[in-house]
Structures are given as structure tokens and as C-alpha cells.
């Protein structure tokens, strides 16, 4: 029998979501990449970058075959030649219509998730089930590099503005940057998403303060973290005529989820390691 988490009124005065806590996969709502793709004048099927998406669901639990608990981190990888992305609110809804249904063994948890999220967003899922104590393990660690959130910059506008990106006198080089300053908004709630970005390229030296800057810019604006990757790759490419690069962003969680996204062209696909915000 299907049960529903009965809905609340919050203190803020609106009401809170109902949490369907049986196995139901239609609650996860799929959004077209090629719709999103459009905005940054990419078409058809040939993509001008290679990348991968990395989804961490730290709030899943299920029921054994004998009706007790169990609990792990759900990790998924989508290849960004996938057809869509899905909602994250419906992912989370998706996942807690596992809460209390029974599953024979892990495996099968799996085999359900990987179904089910391969249909959702249009490729093949590669799903993870991690334990507590394997989590414990891997810890926390950064993608290494050099920070440029030092700089001293004066800045008044926090809508995208890609003429910020610049290249330095005429010198070539390779480097590693990131920063922990990024903030946007969700295109559905209108609350912000904050993410650490990483930089990484050959070709023509990146001015550091144009770069932060442009990064700053994205502080009023409302997109997917995949778009938003996606965009950050293509100015750079388009505005400082590199010859290779890699862009990742690592979401902080909200609603128990961090959505890390990884976009590259002439570099080795970075690994994903969680970081201090996740």
C-alpha cells in the first residue's frame, strides 16, 4: 500500500512538500539538454567538448527483504552526450519513494536505479551505492591548483557579462585555477546554488582578475549547474583562444544532493573528489 508523508505548514507560511515514501519512478521530470544547449548556439549532436555529470544523493535509504533500514550514498555518473537532465527536486522526491519499500538485496536497488535513471535522463547511469564507513575513507580533498580569490576587484554587476574574460600580454602557458566564490540561482526556485569552480587550460595566459570577475557576474543568474558549465566552457574557449581546457563546477548540496559538472576539450577528464562545501 502506497504511503504519503502527510504535508505541513511551514513556519515561512508555505506549504511543505508531500513525500511519497513507496517506490514510484514517475515522480522523476526529465529536461531536454538540446533546449538548454540552444541558449549557447550548440546544435545537433556534435558537441564541442567532452564531460561527464556527477550526482551525490546523500539521503537515500530503502527496506531489506525482512522489512529493516538500510542506508547509503547513491553516486551517479551521466555522460553529457545523455538526451536529458532531470530536476533535482524530482530526484529527491524519486528517491524517498524508496524510504519504505522492500528490496531483496542491494543489488536489486541498483539494478532499479540504474533502470530507471538511464530512461529518465536519455543514457546509460553508472549508479554507486557507498556506505557510511566507505565514505568515512574517502574523506574530503581538493582538486589541487591555485586559488584566485585573493585578488583585489571592484565589481557591480552580477549578471553574466563574458567581456570580463581577457587574455594577458602575449604570453602562452598552462595552469590550474579555481575559485570558491561562485554563486547563481536555480531556475526553479529562485535560491542560490553555490559551487567551487575549477579552471584548467593551455594556450594564451587568462587574465586572473577578468576571470574572477566574469565568475562574480553569474550571482543573479538563474540556470542548471550543467548549463551553467556548459556556458563557462564555450566564453572561455570563444573569448581567450585556448588550446585546451577543462571546466568543473562542484555544487554545495541542497536537499541533500551536490550536482558536480565536468567539461572538457584537449585535457584528460578530471576525477571527481568531494570537497569541503559537499
Known amino acids: ?53 556527477v550526482w551525490n544523493a546523500y539521503e537515500f535509504t530503502w527496506l531489506n527483504s525482512r522489512g529493516k533500514p538500510e542506508v547509503a550514498l547513491v553516486q551517479l555518473k551521466i555522460p553529457v552526450t545523455s538526451t536529458y537532465i532531470v530536476e533535482s527536486k524530482s530526484l529527491k522526491l524519486y528517491f524517498c519513494s524508496f524510504s519504505n519499500t522492500s528490496f531483496q538485496d542491494q543489488v536489486k536497488v541498483i539494478e532499479t536505479l540504474k533502470a530507471d535513471l538511464s530512461e529518465a535522463f536519455g543514457g546509460s547511469v553508472s549508479v554507486t551505492l557507498k556506505n557510511p564507513d566507505q565514505i568515512f575513507r574517502e574523506g574530503i580533498n581538493i582538486q589541487g591548483g591555485e586559488s584566485i580569490d585573493d585578488l583585489d576587484i571592484d565589481i557591480s554587476e552580477y549578471h553574466i557579462r563574458p567581456e570580463y574574460l581577457d587574455m594577458e600580454a602575449e604570453v602562452s602557458g598552462a595552469e590550474m585555477l579555481y575559485s570558491d566564490l561562485f554563486m547563481s540561482l536555480c531556475p526553479i526556485t529562485g535560491q542560490p546554488d553555490y559551487a567551487t569552480v575549477f579552471v584548467n587550460y593551455s594556450g594564451p595566459l587568462i587574465s586572473h582578475r577578468g576571470l574572477l570577475c566574469y565568475l562574480v557576474s553569474y550571482r543573479e543568474h538563474a540556470d542548471f549547474a550543467e548549463q551553467i558549465c556548459e556556458r563557462i566552457f564555450m566564453d572561455l574557449i570563444e573569448r581567450c583562444n585556448l588550446e ?20 572538457m576539450s584537449g585535457i584528460k577528464a578530471p576525477t571527481f573528489v568531494r570537497n569541503w562545501r559537499q
Not at 16 to 23: E, G, H
Not at 251 to 258: K, P, Y
Request: proline fraction near 3%; glycine fraction near 10%.
Open 1 to 53: 500500500m502506497e504511503r504519503m508523508c502527510s504535508s505541513m505548514v511551514s513556519s515561512l507560511g508555505s506549504d511543505t512538500t508531500d513525500y511519497v515514501t513507496s517506490y514510484r519512478p514517475s515522480l522523476l521530470e526529465s529536461v531536454k539538454r538540446t533546449d538548454q544547449r540552444c541558449k549557447l548556439g550548440l546544435k545537433g549532436e556534435q558537441l564541442p567538448f567532452e564531460g561527464y555529470d
Open 244 to 263: 585546451a581546457l577543462s571546466v568543473g563546477l562542484q555544487f554545495s548540496r541542497r536537499g541533500g544532493i551536490d550536482i558536480n559538472a565536468y567539461r
